[in-house]
């Protein structure tokens, strides 16, 4: 017996913890595996997973054929979901992330399901078209992330038009969450319509509106929650399950270098930086070097925005708006691909790191996937190393 009731996804029964999606590459295999073969739902991020790869790396990396590039990142992906549910020893669930902003979601989305992905997550952008992505594999839980309760009855009943109810819903919260934020703008990310009461009431309500019974979607909050005492309000609170990001990614099953685990475990978590980043959505990060002298110097690049495709570092077109390639002004103006993989290799002065305002629960230590979920659960603190 546990004082927490299982979270249902896939057909099965699982832990209520759900291990958040982090590109680039910073939750593959590894983590993603580790996670599920603890019961739990481990998430790959779909995107750019070549770096993971040495030989498609070698393929694409002075490449500018976009095609090449989208078919690496394809295979990597395969490659990754076999790894994760070879790891998960057929425990657990393997989520897919994919993010609706970019350009290659639908095919990426296609991959996972064909490569054995029990469940995808969708959120940057609302993913109204989802089930037909997904309309040959109706076995795969649909998972969308959104903010507010507005957008959560806009998908639902969009989906339910077509026959489709979500099988969870991520209901993250842009005041604390790390990476792209699902507010609209920067200065609406701390607005009290996103906190979690508010949101997980209003869901409710739709719930019985529709009247959606025991096929409404499970609940999974988001965002700022790294202790025992954070899960356990929530669940007992209209949550059926926890989604955790940073403290996962700092673990030892971790998939990104040392050095950005021991960036995210270092930073404050009171003072990282907010602002907008390529696509136009608000993000938290940590300030590094990098992320300090841009931020100083935005106002001046964002002034000289002009649209170029030549200002796509490796014309990828990675995104389907993107403020330095289409010269969108109130965007960021960086390569966020070439920014992100810099942090996955650990190239402290480069890269783009991006962490949720939450204390880690192990302090500067890091930790197994096993001692993080038992503190999560149980809040059952491990032995000092």
């Not at 979270?7 to 759900?18: C, F, K, N, S, T």
């Not at 399901?113 to 078209?129: N, T």
């Not at 005041?175 to 609209?184: E, S």
């Not at 319509?193 to 009431?201: G, I, M, P, T, Y």
């Amino acid at each position: 017996m546990t004082w927490f009731k299982s979270l249902q996804l896939a057909g099965r029964q699982l832990l209520p913890i759900v291990q958040g999606g982090m590109g680039v590459g910073i939750s593959a295999h590894r983590l993603a595996g580790a996670v599920a073969r603890l019961n739990a739902v481990g998430t790959i991020a779909s995107v750019d997973l070549r770096h993971h790869h040495p030989d498609l790396l070698a393929q694409t990396e002075r490449c500018r054929d976009r095609d090449l590039i989208d078919r690496a990142n394809r295979q990597a992906l395969d490659r990754e979901v076999r790894a994760a549910l070879e790891a998960a020893q057929g425990r657990g669930v393997v989520a897919v992330n994919v993010m609706k902003a970019v350009r290659d979601h639908a095919a990426l989305v296609r991959q996972a399901c064909e490569s054995g992905a029990q469940a995808i997550v969708m959120g940057a952008g609302l993913p109204l078209d989802l089930p037909e992505m997904t309309a040959d594999f109706p076995k795969v839980a649909l998972v969308p992330i959104l903010s507010e309760a507005r957008g959560v009855a806009a998908v639902l009943k969009k989906w339910m038009k077509k026959g489709r109810i979500a099988d969870a819903v991520v209901i993250e919260h842009p005041g604390y969450a790390g990476g792209h934020l699902g507010a609209a703008r920067l200065e609406e990310v701390h607005d009290a319509r996103f906190d979690f009461e508010h949101v997980l009431a209003g869901c409710r309500a739709l719930f019985d509106e529709l009247q959606l019974g025991n096929q409404a979607p499970a609940l999974i909050v988001a965002g700022g929650l790294g202790s025992h005492e954070q899960v356990s309000y929530w669940l007992n609170h209209g949550a059926d399950a926890v989604q955790v990001g940073t403290a996962f990614a700092v673990t030892i099953e971790g998939d990104a270098h040392e050095n950005f685990k021991r960036v995210l475990i270092d930073a404050d978590p009171g003072a990282l930086a907010e602002f907008t980043s390529v696509a136009g959505l608000p993000a938290r990060a940590v300030r590094t070097p990098w992320l300090v002298r841009y931020l100083r110097q935005e106002k001046t690049l964002q002034a000289g925005a002009c649209a170029d495709p030549r200002r796509c570092s490796q014309r990828m077109d990675c995104l389907t708006q993107c403020g330095i390639r289409d010269g969108i002004s109130r965007f960021g103006q960086f390569c966020i691909d070439l920014k992100l993989a810099a942090a996955l290799r650990g190239e402290v002065s480069k890269g783009l790191f991006f962490r949720g305002a939450s204390r880690l629960p192990f302090g500067k230590a890091m930790r197994s996937v096993r001692e993080l979920i038992d503190y999560l659960l149980d809040g059952t603190m491990p032995a000092a190393a």
